[in-house]
């Protein structure tokens, strides 16, 4: 059993920047991959970003890439995600997830075995 605990989140200006953290429980950490995924008011829960357990490989939606940076430290167990030049359109609850997910699943979060309760983030105009 994995736990998952995201913080980081809050009210930011656009342009501006937040670091998301998801620290995790266990001793099998470095085995997930862990993944974001948000879920804005009214739609459905999309993927943000994936790294494989030794960090080696990232995906990003399109929408980010660029401007957000998915990470990893497997010595605290725990994974990041540093957002810059954030827009209105990335307001939404941020989630955390993790599992032992194929490499061409990074994308679906029914893959992921373990989710966090979620973090709020607010980009005002």
């Known amino acids: 059993q994995v736990q998952l605990v995201e913080s980081g989140g809050g009210l930011v200006q656009a342009g501006g920047s937040l670091r998301l953290s998801c620290a995790a429980s266990?001793?099998?950490?470095?085995?997930?991959?862990m993944g974001w995924f948000r879920q804005a008011p009214g739609k459905e829960r999309e993927f943000v970003a994936s790294?494989?357990?030794?960090?080696?490989?990232?995906y990003y939606t399109d929408s980010v890439k660029g401007r957000f940076t998915i990470s990893r430290d497997n010595a605290k167990n725990t994974m990041y995600l540093q957002m810059n030049s954030l827009k209105p359109e990335d307001t939404a609850v941020y989630y955390c997830?993790?599992?032992?997910?194929?490499?061409?699943?990074?994308?679906?979060?029914?893959?992921?075995?373990?989710w966090g309760q979620g973090t709020q983030v607010t980009v005002s105009p």
């Open positions: 997830a993790a599992g032992w997910v194929y490499s061409r699943d990074y994308y679906a979060p029914e893959k992921y075995n373990y």
């Open positions: 266990g001793r099998t950490f470095s085995s997930y991959r």
């Open positions: 790294i494989s357990g030794s960090g080696g490989s990232l």
